[in-house]
């Protein structure tokens, strides 16, 4: 009797995708594995060990087409949707990146429902930090239920926000989402795009390895998973030892592909001052609580990196001064800071410096203020009494958690403890939209056409407290 279980990976040839397959492979006593892949040269490449040994059921298609999608998740037991595009990919093509992000959490919700047995199958979806956006000091610390807060000009972010709202409010019994933070893989030094100048240096992130996320896609699928981890949205983090202001990373970066010191081939004034997402995780040993998966930090991820950079790459670290030239021209580039500034881009200046005053206060290195902020979390408030168990949640607290966003609930009644089933919101714009409790609440979304629209955000925090508490922080950074 085969008791294995099926399961259905997206995204098996991306850096997190074949991390995963190391570890099911290493279990191929308990499960089977099979991937849905674009048919790509470079895609077919990765695959090819795998399907030639036999390892991998491999389905070339597309992750728009239903048809594809359905012939994965037929006689799946687990699906784990790791596909899509993601930055800076994603941010060159962002009617693609809608297309493939939103179409492709469709087809699957819509596949899983087409089963036999709907209720049988478990859905991990793998969302972004980035759906919270700018969280530097001194609201770096963050949880699930902060507010969503979508950077200017991220599409990839609202991409992502609208498909963790298809996930949550699914109506599938057995569905999680996972929101990815950061992933330390050796092939970052290959990245070389002006993404690299859009995030402050004295930001923060919580990064994982990626042999850690492979692990716990891995781990999602294991027997010993308890039935409360199902229904829920978890932060994928490091933990401590993963948490560093980006400076701090980007020294590791560059010293391990031999160059000690980053200053000597970048300039501050190149570095945006906000705009961007990452925050230290409140909650993330929450997750590794229920699904372990850690092991390594982001020291381990350093001595990875300069064991596996091609020495020629490490030779860079000689000649500091064309490196410098280089990067500078990368910075000078189409969607790079010093590009902005030459053409008088001021949407992209307003957004990511404030003003051209505020980027030349960080001119040189000797004026520079390297931040480590506090290590101690500050929880923000969202709005209703969370000390309660999740099964007294009464219609008094959406009251309270909608007027504390500016709005209303505007149900009449709910059945006491239901988290899952959509109910009717009014927004202070008057918008009216239905979400259940768990997006709300757990998920920190609120009315689509205001949370998904970064340009309504000043307006929306003059009548939101829970928003303004991530807005006027974000605001005073670059008037100081």
């Not at 359905?70 to 693609?96: C, I, K, T, W």
């Not at 859009?198 to 042999?211: A, D, S, Y």
């Not at 008094?396 to 403890?417: F, K, P």
């Not at 689509?448 to 970064?454: K, Q, S, V, Y």
């Amino acid at each position: 009797m085969n008791n294995k279980k099926t399961v259905f990976l997206t995204g098996a040839s991306g850096n997190m995708g074949q991390a995963a397959l190391e570890f099911f492979l290493q279990r191929r006593d308990r499960f089977n594995v099979t991937a849905l892949v674009l048919p790509g040269a470079k895609d077919k490449k990765i695959m090819a060990p795998f399907e030639k040994r036999g390892e991998v059921r491999v389905i070339w298609g597309d992750l728009t087409k239903y048809e594809d999608v359905l012939q994965g998740v037929n006689g799946a037991d687990y699906v784990l949707h790791v596909g899509g595009m993601v930055s800076p990919l994603a941010d060159h093509h962002p009617e693609l990146t809608s297309k493939v992000n939103i179409g492709s959490i469709r087809n699957i919700v819509q596949a899983i429902k087409a089963q036999p047995d709907p209720e049988r199958v478990k859905l991990a979806y793998i969302g972004t930090v980035a759906q919270t956006g700018n969280r530097m000091a001194p609201i770096h610390w963050g949880r699930v239920g902060d507010p969503i807060k979508i950077s200017m000009f991220d599409n990839y972010a609202v991409t992502k926000a609208v498909a963790e709202s298809i996930v949550v409010d699914s109506g599938l019994k057995h569905w999680v989402s996972l929101r990815q933070t950061g992933i330390a893989h050796v092939n970052l030094w290959r990245i070389f795009d002006p993404i690299l100048f859009h995030n402050p240096l004295n930001g923060v992130l919580e990064w994982v390895t990626v042999r850690d996320s492979g692990r716990l896609l891995a781990n999602v699928c294991e027997e010993a998973v308890p039935d409360e981890f199902w229904g829920r949205i978890y932060n994928i983090g490091g933990g401590e030892r993963c948490r560093v202001v980006n400076h701090e990373f980007m020294g590791k970066l560059f010293g391990a592909i031999g160059l000690k010191d980053f200053r000597r081939v970048f300039d501050p004034s190149w570095f945006a001052l906000r705009n961007f997402h990452g925050q230290w995780y409140e909650d993330s040993d929450r997750l590794q609580q229920l699904v372990p998966f850690r092991s390594e930090s982001i020291d381990d991820f350093a001595r990875q990196m300069a064991d596996s950079v091609p020495f020629y790459i490490k030779l860079g670290g000689l000649f500091p001064s064309a490196v410098k030239k280089r990067i500078a021209a990368l910075a000078a580039g189409n969607g790079g800071p010093l590009h902005w500034f030459a053409h008088n881009e001021g949407d992209r200046i307003a957004a990511f410096f404030g003003s051209r005053a505020a980027r030349e206060k960080n001119a040189g290195w000797e004026g520079f203020k390297f931040e480590r902020p506090s290590a101690t979390p500050q929880r923000l408030n969202h709005g209703y009494d969370e000390s309660k168990p999740r099964s007294a949640l009464s219609l008094e607290d959406l009251r309270n958690a909608a007027g504390y966003r500016g709005g209303q609930c505007v149900a009449s009644d709910i059945a006491r403890g239901d988290w899952v089933t959509p109910q009717p919101w009014r927004c202070s714009c008057g918008h009216q939209f239905k979400a259940s409790p768990n997006l709300v609440l757990m998920g920190g979304h609120w009315c689509p056409e205001c949370t998904l629209n970064p340009t309504r955000y000043a307006e929306l925090a003059k009548h939101s407290p829970f928003f303004n508490q991530v807005w006027a922080p974000d605001q005073a950074l670059v008037q100081q």
